[in-house]
Structures are given as structure tokens and as C-alpha cells.
């Protein structure tokens, strides 16, 4: 359920909402990290979540903060996590409603630091809404076990413990951010989980094995087209990444 043997195309291919996910936020990390000469500055104080703003009606900040990072451990770390726990969710509910949990977590646990956090805190991060992700977890663990296997329930449990635990020892972490995005995930589970029925948890492990033993003469050729393939979508999005930024360069900051 969460052991990722596919390659690059076919995580791709197959989860195309979390690789879009993962782009959305290493592309801010490098705009606003590297890029700020080219307006990242102005993009990350504008993004980031700061209740003062929100409550002047900058409430797009309940949404962008999801999205920007403060290091690279950061975004490493919630990427890395939504790359290796996002596709069962993604498959077993489809890209709409993962959609759905995912942002819906993360909204809901910035509005609710827009009531109970800081005043002068400023926040940041994808980790309300990874945690999100591990509420609805423990939602199908306690009460749609037809869902889950038992093996994946108790990584499942063991993970979230160690994440709520760090939650509170290290310092410079959004307790509420992580606390109610692990709440509204739980609490969402009956809203994205209704119809899903256990064929639909046993259809979603049907993966293909792309080196499953059969004849295909032209095997070889697809992968190397792939490839080929592969690195002109990596060109291409580095020469669309260029010329964003010099567009808002130009357009904006210039």
C-alpha cells in the first residue's frame, strides 16, 4: 500500500494529482528561495499566513500557505510524505475528492489558527493538510477497517504517533496546524469515504507490474522512447519554469 515501485512516468501517469501537488510546491520553494530577485520575495510575504492580513481581508493566505516552505527540509519533508502516503488515497478516492481532503484539511487548519493561534506568528507549510491526510487514515483504521489491511492499520498508527509526539517537541512547529489538520481529516472521513466500499480498497492495489514475465517484442523500444520522452518534458519544464519568471519580471517587478 505505501512501498512505491513505480517509475517516474508511471507515478506520474498514475498519480497525477499528488505529482502535481509535489510540483506546485518545489516550484514556490524555488521561486521564493532562490528566485526572489525575480518578484519570490514579494510572492512569499504575500503567500505566507498572517492572521492580522487575513482578518484585514487578505483571506487567500487561508489557501497559499499551504503551498510555501521555509527550507528545504521542510518542503522535502511534506513532499516526501504526500509522495509516499498520497496514492492510496488518491486511488482508492479518486483525484477530485483527494483534492478535496487534502486542501480541505489544510484550509480548515489555518482557519482555525485564525482563531486560536498567534497574533503575531507568521505560518507556513503543507503540513496541516499531510496530517490531514493521516486523520482520515486513522478514521478508516478505528472505523472502516474493510479499507485497510491490518499490517498497513498499525504503520499507519505507529507513524501518526510519532508525528503527533514530534508535533510537541520540537518548537518551531504549528501545533494547531498539525492538530486540527489531523482532526479535520478524521472528521472528513465520512464525507469522502461514504461510497467507497471495500472492492473499491482491493481494486486499488491491483498495480501493474511493469517487469510482471510476459512477451512484449517492443518492450525495450517503449523504454527507450520513455526516456527520451522523459527528459523533454524535464527540458521543457525548466525552459516554462525560465520564462515565468522572467514574465513576472518583466511584467510586474521591472
Known sequence: MFLRNES??????????????????????????????????????????????????????????????????????????????????????????????????????????LFIGSPVNAHLGASGAVFGLFGLYVYMVLLRKDLISHMNAQMILVITGIGVVMTFVNPNINIIAHIFGLLSGALLGPVVLSRVTSADYFRQREVHDPDEIGFDPDRWKKKDAFKRRKWVYIGGAAAGMILFFYLVDTLFFS
Open 8 to 113: 517516474f512516468g508511471e507515478y506520474i501517469r498514475s498519480y497525477p494529482v499528488i505529482s502535481i501537488l509535489i510540483s506546485i510546491n518545489v516550484f514556490f520553494y524555488i521561486w521564493t528561495g532562490l528566485f526572489t530577485f525575480l518578484g519570490g520575495q514579494e510572492i512569499y510575504f504575500l503567500g505566507i499566513g498572517f492572521n492580522p492580513a487575513i482578518w484585514a481581508g487578505e483571506w487567500w493566505r487561508l489557501v497559499t500557505p499551504i503551498f510555501l516552505h521555509a527550507s528545504l527540509l521542510h518542503v522535502g519533508f511534506n513532499s516526501f510524505a504526500l509522495f509516499l502516503f498520497g496514492p492510496a488515497l488518491e486511488r482508492l478516492l479518486g483525484g477530485p475528492k483527494f483534492l478535496f481532503i487534502y486542501l480541505g484539511t489544510g484550509i480548515l487548519a489555518n482557519i482555525v489558527y
